[in-house]
């Protein structure tokens, strides 16, 4: 059974700074894994999807790598602005889409 | 993009009462539907797969008669809570897949169900 689990579950950085999330699984025998961002009391926003051959995907200030043989993927954001504050969450797919257990991130003006 | 609706956003009911809720893929068909359930605080977690046409498949743990899914076309899915209680309140969310041999999954906004 796939297991995803992310560090750290909150996560508070002064607004301008770099910050890396983590997200890591069990079963290595995944389609894709997928980032996405929640504001409180609203849906998904998917933000990058990367499929198993690919090492990286970036889009603007974000850059997600996987690392499947170990079973690790991190989520990079540059220069981080208030409006970054939400949840972010990983979720990996193998047939179906099991998530982490996400990060709340709070971006301090 | 793809996108998916979800009606209604948000739901009041009474304990005892059934509420149905609506999937819909806008520009695309899904051939697969999924519906997730997202307790305060928590990660979504999968109740059950839909396939169009077919009897869907249930989680573990997921009552398959008090949650009734039904994906009679390529492009809506309805879950119903049937008899819903206060533990039933929750943040209910779908996703819809395009084909056989496509993984990505898009989501609809979520759908907030709040059982007095």
């Known amino acids: 059974k796939q297991e995803v689990t992310q560090i750290p579950a909150a996560l508070s950085v002064p607004e301008g700074e770099n910050l890396v999330l983590n997200c890591s699984f069990t079963d290595s025998a995944i389609y894709n894994l997928q980032w996405f961002r929640q504001d409180p009391g609203k849906g998904l926003t998917s933000l990058l999807l990367i499929q198993s051959s690919q090492r990286e995907q970036t889009s603007g200030r974000l850059n997600a790598s996987l690392d499947k043989s170990s079973g690790r993927s991190t989520l990079y954001i540059a220069a981080s602005q208030p409006g970054d504050s939400a949840t972010y969450l990983c979720a990996v797919d193998n047939e179906k889409l099991t998530f982490g257990t996400g990060t709340r991130l709070t971006i301090i003006p | 993009g793809a996108v998916v609706s979800q009606h209604p956003s948000r739901v009041i009911c009474k304990s005892g009462t059934s509420v149905k809720i609506e999937c819909r893929s806008l520009?695309?068909?899904?051939?697969?539907m999924f519906w997730y359930r997202q307790f305060p605080k928590q990660s979504l977690m999968l109740m059950a797969t839909?396939?169009?046409?077919?009897?869907?498949?249930?989680e573990q743990g997921v009552e398959k008669d008090k949650f009734l899914i039904n994906h009679a076309s390529l492009t809506l899915s309805t879950l119903t809570v049937t008899s819903a209680h206060p533990e039933d309140s929750s943040f209910y969310i779908c996703?819809?897949?395009?084909?056989?041999?496509?993984?990505?999954?898009?989501f609809g906004p979520g759908t907030r169900l709040t059982v007095l």
């Open positions: 520009d695309f068909q899904a051939t697969t």
């Open positions: 839909s396939n169009e046409g077919s009897k869907a498949t249930y």
């Open positions: 996703s819809a897949r395009a084909g056989t041999g496509a993984h990505e999954q898009f």
